[in-house]
């Protein structure tokens, strides 16, 4: 497997604190990586040091196989810095095609690539527009577009869907889902529900290390439902019908936690909402595994 990002006794300090303390870290290419951790933990100073922005103290900090800030990385590592700033009155389409040629893009290839991007992040009609006549959640889209200029093989984003409405941050997963075959995301967030439905990997970040990498955000075999009512009674003898159930839990008033033979039976959640169908019971949501949330904090960690 590739590797990205190899970090080791990485260490940085303002003035007297610690921020990052002897932190090895290793990141492979594939489907996103979360970065979590407690307010102040240290999770931008930890995406600076990796864009060059900041220099750590001390320790080994390689990027794509050069050192963080390396010029050998424009282009191929992109990012979005908590607090993305442009120049507010120049128009997006003309800031975006300067800095895709200070990449070293042609005028030609640099106008297609500010295209491409304007329209991932759903910016197209506003290519014309300055700056400072955007929402602070379209400033962010283009903050986002700018990380994606020259299709980066890593991109880092540093609480990317924060101040987007839901429509955008929506559109903004599903963005990241699509990119991510050619490209790996490490994306920082505080919201876990967000970082369950894209990431393959959490790393959390405590006391200036990585304390805890969740492999695997959803297990197999596993389905939390969520009920509108709580008339869901007559449900539970029939639940135990359904083939390859093995148990299941009452989590609180409106959850259920199913657990079930996966290798035995593919299509369990299909079986399972065809059920509530047939018995009229209504459901706000089902999803897969332990919740992140679980997995962070409640399994001894
Ligand atoms: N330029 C700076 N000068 C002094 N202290 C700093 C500086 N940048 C960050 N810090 C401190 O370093 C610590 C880590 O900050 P950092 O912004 O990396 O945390 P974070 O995990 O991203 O937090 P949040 O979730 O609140 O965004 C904090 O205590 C912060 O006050």
């Given at each position: 497997m590739t590797v990205l990002v190899d970090c080791q006794g990485l260490t940085k300090h303002f003035g007297h604190k610690a921020v990052l303390q002897q932190l090895d870290l290793q990141i492979h290419a594939g489907a996103p990586i979360a970065l979590v951790g407690a307010n102040g933990a240290g999770k931008t100073t930890l995406l600076s040091v990796l864009c060059g922005y900041i220099q750590p103290d001390q320790g080994r900090v390689q990027v794509l196989g050069h050192?963080?800030?390396?010029?050998?990385l424009s282009g191929r590592l992109g990012a979005l810095p908590q607090d993305a700033q442009f120049d507010?009155?120049?128009g997006l389409a003309r800031q975006l095609h300067w800095l895709a040629r200070l990449q070293g893009m042609s005028a030609a290839k640099s106008r297609q690539e500010t295209e491409r991007v304007l329209a991932l992040v759903d910016l197209t009609a506003e290519?014309?527009?300055?700056?400072?006549?955007?929402?602070h959640g379209m400033r962010k889209r283009l903050a986002i577009a700018q990380a994606l200029l020259g299709e980066p093989e890593l991109v880092l984003l540093d609480e990317p869907t924060a101040g987007l409405d839901p429509l955008h941050a929506k559109a903004l997963r599903d963005c990241i889902q699509q990119l991510s075959a050619h490209c790996t995301f490490v994306i920082s967030s505080h919201n876990l529900f967000e970082l369950e439905q894209l990431c393959g990997t959490v790393l959390m970040l405590e006391q200036g290390q990585?304390?805890?990498?969740?492999?695997?955000v959803s297990e197999a075999g596993v389905l939390r439902l969520q009920l509108c009512q709580e008339n869901y009674q007559p449900l539970l003898p029939l639940l135990q019908q359904l083939?390859?159930?093995v148990s299941f839990l009452i989590v609180s008033k409106l959850q259920l936690e199913l657990r079930y033979d996966a290798a035995r039976v593919a299509d369990f959640d299909v079986q399972l909402l065809q059920l509530l169908h047939q018995q009229d019971i209504d459901y706000r949501q089902l999803s897969r595994g332990p919740s992140l949330e679980q997995q962070l904090f409640q399994s001894g960690s």
């Amino acid at each position: 497997m590739t590797v990205l990002v190899d970090c080791q006794g990485l260490t940085k300090h303002f003035g007297h604190k610690a921020v990052l303390q002897q932190l090895d870290l290793q990141i492979h290419a594939g489907a996103p990586i979360a970065l979590v951790g407690a307010n102040g933990a240290g999770k931008t100073t930890l995406l600076s040091v990796l864009c060059g922005y900041i220099q750590p103290d001390q320790g080994r900090v390689q990027v794509l196989g050069h050192q963080a800030g390396s010029p050998a990385l424009s282009g191929r590592l992109g990012a979005l810095p908590q607090d993305a700033q442009f120049d507010p009155d120049f128009g997006l389409a003309r800031q975006l095609h300067w800095l895709a040629r200070l990449q070293g893009m042609s005028a030609a290839k640099s106008r297609q690539e500010t295209e491409r991007v304007l329209a991932l992040v759903d910016l197209t009609a506003e290519a014309g527009s300055k700056v400072v006549q955007l929402s602070h959640g379209m400033r962010k889209r283009l903050a986002i577009a700018q990380a994606l200029l020259g299709e980066p093989e890593l991109v880092l984003l540093d609480e990317p869907t924060a101040g987007l409405d839901p429509l955008h941050a929506k559109a903004l997963r599903d963005c990241i889902q699509q990119l991510s075959a050619h490209c790996t995301f490490v994306i920082s967030s505080h919201n876990l529900f967000e970082l369950e439905q894209l990431c393959g990997t959490v790393l959390m970040l405590e006391q200036g290390q990585i304390r805890q990498q969740v492999a695997q955000v959803s297990e197999a075999g596993v389905l939390r439902l969520q009920l509108c009512q709580e008339n869901y009674q007559p449900l539970l003898p029939l639940l135990q019908q359904l083939p390859g159930l093995v148990s299941f839990l009452i989590v609180s008033k409106l959850q259920l936690e199913l657990r079930y033979d996966a290798a035995r039976v593919a299509d369990f959640d299909v079986q399972l909402l065809q059920l509530l169908h047939q018995q009229d019971i209504d459901y706000r949501q089902l999803s897969r595994g332990p919740s992140l949330e679980q997995q962070l904090f409640q399994s001894g960690s």
